[in-house]
């Protein structure tokens, strides 16, 4: 690990303004300290914020729920407010991680959260989002647990955030503060896919900081749940996963969310599988009808073409799970 | 188990503000070996001012300066102790290299495998990913401080009671996350205690008797 000096920020003017002169950001630590000790990252100031006032839940007035960017995985996984009006979320971080990290990590923290790509923790290996332009050792190599959709040919490397899975799904927005003011960006445009540029991984600001990520309020009666596929039940990353809510009136499907995990560069909205279930009747040759088309613009590499059947029977599963039918 | 050597370049002798000595026996330990190897590989590799480093990584101009440092004052197990930390210094290595609290373990030092859990602020947390220094003020308890004399804590002795470790080198790690599942109260079925301790890799497989042993301590079972 490269020495770094340490400050504390007790207010967010404070944090700002170590932020604008090139600190480092920590939340739960748990990403950052890590590739810290990897050499992969090596900030010379961090910043710490764990003392904002950033730690709230609270409902809109629009009716959504807006989660402050401290809040920990664990507290937002139990809080009232989330269980019951968005289960996909509660159950994306429960199966996030361990217990001990969701206690530490950060909803913040948890959408900065860097892949999991083996190359671009080995800094003895080619890689384009660690070191730009010297190349990208997965694409012909061991390349099983990564990305079959966004991918170029500079990275090919997944998100490996849960719950960033349904915030995609539910369309939620991010709240940024930086020295010149708030703003708040799409979920959606938030987290970037490579390009030429898998270093570029956010629409962050040089300084800014997260201060909430912002669920819309959607029509109720509103099903949702998490679905996540890995190579060991309890804590792993996904290598499918399928966030999915619908809201269903009078025996129709009036609204679907639904995105994919563990197989996009960034988290996958399925739009193409949205629209074949809204308008529709429940019943599971409409789940195997729409999940045909969860893999669409798929480009699987040497080791990972098995994601592709098994996106599909992901979502498909969720569906079933969450729209009803046997 | 991990050879990866301490993040923390001040020597294990260095930088308390009391009295505290590590280990009494004047025999070298198997402990006191291995830090003394690391540090002094260290000084023949970088010789670097202000305590050896064991990485021998830094940027060229750190070669010249001294790693930042901070001062901590943090309670463990009960006792308040201010000691001065490299910066880069995690709570296992605290615990374990300066202050002789040797029960936390590392086995991944990334997060991965639960051996070093311990509760700051009552909370179970990764301390090899916890840095020292953003601890100032907090409660840290580790397997040490959860007996209360010579009675043992019931988890504990629910582990002995139940058989629950083969060779023990995740048991304090299993021991300390069943503290906090407990106390989350996720115990309402030996389902959700495996999936609520699945944060504490067992190589000897010991899972069935560990989620028994929990449910003992949470039910009276
Ligand atoms: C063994 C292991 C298993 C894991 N398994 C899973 C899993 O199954 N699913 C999953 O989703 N995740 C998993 N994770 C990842 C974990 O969820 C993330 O590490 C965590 O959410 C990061 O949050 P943090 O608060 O610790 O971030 P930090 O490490 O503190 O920060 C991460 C990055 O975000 C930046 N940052 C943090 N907060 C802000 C803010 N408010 N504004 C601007 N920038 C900010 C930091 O500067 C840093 O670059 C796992 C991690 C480990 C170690
Ligand atoms: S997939 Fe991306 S992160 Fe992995 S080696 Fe290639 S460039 Fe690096
Ligand atoms: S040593 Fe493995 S989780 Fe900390
Ligand atoms: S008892 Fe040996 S690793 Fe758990």
Redesign the interface.
């Known amino acids: 690990m490269h020495p770094f000096s340490y400050t504390r920020a007790t207010d967010t003017r404070q944090a700002l303004h170590a932020g604008r002169d090139g600190g480092r950001y920590i939340a739960g630590g748990t990403t950052l300290v890590d590739l810290m000790r990897e050499t992969v990252e090596r900030p010379r100031t961090l910043v710490d914020i764990s003392a904002l006032p950033l730690r709230e839940i609270m409902v809109t007035r629009r009716g959504g729920l807006r989660i402050g960017a401290l809040v920990r995985m664990s507290e937002a996984a139990a809080h009232r407010g989330v269980r019951a009006l968005y289960p996909v979320i509660s159950q994306a971080l429960e199966l996030s991680a361990s217990a001990q990290l969701r206690n530490m990590a950060t909803i913040g923290g948890n959408i900065m959260q860097r892949t999991r790509c083996t190359y671009f923790r080995d800094v003895t290996a080619a890689c384009n989002k660690r070191e730009p332009g010297s190349g990208c050792a997965a694409l012909h190599g061991v390349n099983r647990t990564h990305a079959i959709l966004g991918t170029s040919d500079d990275c090919v490397a997944t998100h490996p955030s849960d719950v960033a899975v349904a915030f995609a799904a539910l369309e939620a927005s991010v709240h940024l503060m930086g020295a010149d003011g708030e703003r708040t960006v799409p979920f959606a445009d938030f987290l970037l896919k490579p390009g030429s540029t898998p270093n570029r991984e956010q629409a962050l600001r040089p300084g800014e900081l997260i201060t909430a990520v912002e669920l819309p309020a959607l029509p109720r009666p509103l099903r949702s749940g998490y679905l996540k596929v890995r190579d060991r039940q309890s804590y792993e990353f996904a290598l499918t996963s399928a966030a999915v809510a619908l809201h269903i009136r009078h025996g129709v499907i009036r609204e679907a969310k639904v995105a994919a995990g563990g197989v996009g560069t960034v988290p996958w909205k399925l739009t193409a599988v949205e629209r074949q279930l809204i308008g529709r009747r429940p019943s599971d040759a409409l789940w195997t009808k729409a999940a045909e088309h969860a893999a669409d613009g798929a480009r699987p590499l040497q080791h990972n073409r098995f994601k592709v059947e098994l996106l599909k029977r992901t979502v498909e599963r969720q569906l079933r799970i969450v729209g009803g039918g046997k | 188990m991990s050879i990866e050597p301490p993040?923390s370049t001040v020597s294990p002798s260095e930088g308390y503000s009391e009295g505290y000595s590590e280990g009494s026996s004047s025999a070298p330990s198997r402990r006191t070996f291995i830090a003394t190897t690391a540090v002094g590989s260290a000084v023949v590799a970088g010789g670097l001012i202000g305590g050896p480093s064991v990485?021998g990584?830094?940027?060229a101009d750190?070669a010249t300066?001294a790693?930042?440092t901070?001062s901590v004052s943090v309670t463990v197990n009960g006792e308040r102790r201010t000691v001065t930390v490299?910066?880069?210094t995690?709570l296992l290595d605290l615990l374990r290299e300066r202050m002789g609290l040797t029960g936390s373990k590392k086995g991944c030092?990334?997060?991965?495998c639960?051996a070093c859990?311990v509760l700051v602020d009552g909370?179970?947390?990764?301390s090899c990913?916890?840095?020292a220094?953003?601890l100032?003020g907090a409660e840290v308890t580790t397997i040490e401080g959860l007996a209360k004399g010579e009675r043992l804590h019931p988890l504990q002795q629910a582990f002995i009671d139940q058989d629950a470790f083969q060779c023990g080198f995740c048991t304090s790690g299993q021991i300390m996350?069943g503290v906090?599942?407990i106390k989350?109260g996720?115990t309402g079925s030996p389902e959700e205690i495996?999936?609520?301790?699945?944060?504490?890799?067992c190589r000897c497989g010991c899972y069935v008797k560990i989620v028994r042993a929990v449910e003992q301590t949470a039910h009276g079972k």
């Open positions: 993040e990485f990584v830094e940027p750190a300066q790693p930042p901070s490299d910066n880069r995690s030092n990334a997060g991965a639960g859990t909370q179970r947390v990764n990913l916890t840095l220094v953003r100032d996350s906090g599942c989350e996720h495996r999936e609520f301790m699945s944060g504490n890799i």
